[in-house]
């Protein structure tokens, strides 16, 4: 079984191009145009060890908010259509990530339904890195969850500062992601008999 998808998507504010396989940990270098943004999108690919390359465009001179969310949602595409039926899959992930005065939860539920809890914009984080805040990663998240039915919770036990949290949250989802795609079994990993 191929585990692979390829998903393209042309709106007047984007154009993205996305390939993802799960099953092999071979990627490319991000390039969206925005550093940071970039930066981040290689750190998930890293760390989840999913073969992941994203060719970007978009409306940065306005502000980064169209290109964020836009790779959010097509990489949920790329990760529904990769699933398939999702069976044999391990289903759920968890993963703590610290870094410095920073420490991040994401738990995820490949159930095929989308939520996203999502706990830093009720706290106090500040500041950006390159452009990007953590509402440009909700943003993010939501997106990539909707399209890709996951259910995601996002925590946040310590640390403020938009950069470290950032990347805090998006290495925890990458460690989360590799548990959850890992196939360690057969059946499908419902009682309902379908995701």
């Known amino acids: 079984m191929s585990r692979m998808a390829t998903v393209q998507r042309t709106t007047s504010e984007t154009d ?30 890293r760390h989840s060890r999913l073969g992941l390359s994203i060719e970007a465009t978009g409306d940065l001179h306005i502000e980064p908010h169209h290109l964020i969310e836009d790779t959010g949602i097509t990489l949920g595409q790329a990760l529904s259509q990769a699933l398939g039926d999702r ?24 159930s095929g339904r ?9 706290l106090e ?4 890195a390159g452009g990007m805040t953590h509402y440009h990663l909700r ?4 997106g990539f969850c909707n399209h890709a039915g996951v259910t995601m919770h996002v925590r946040l036990l310590a640390g403020r500062e938009a950069h470290h949290v950032i990347e805090a949250i998006v290495k925890a989802l990458a460690r989360a992601l590799r548990d959850a795609v890992a196939l360690t079994s057969d059946q ?5 008999g379908s995701l």
């Open 16 to 45: 993205l191009r996305i390939r993802l396989n799960l099953d092999d940990s071979l990627f490319d270098t991000p390039a969206t145009g925005h550093g940071f943004f970039d930066h981040m999108l290689d750190a998930l690919a």
């Open 87 to 110: 069976r044999g899959i391990e289903r759920y992930g968890s993963a703590f990530v610290p870094m410095d005065e920073t420490l991040a939860h994401v738990v995820v539920d490949l």
């Open 114 to 122: 989308a939520h996203l809890a999502f706990e830093p914009e009720t």
């Open 125 to 128: 984080v500040w500041g950006s």
């Open 139 to 142: 943003e993010f998240l939501r």
């Open 188 to 192: 499908l990993p419902s009682t309902k």
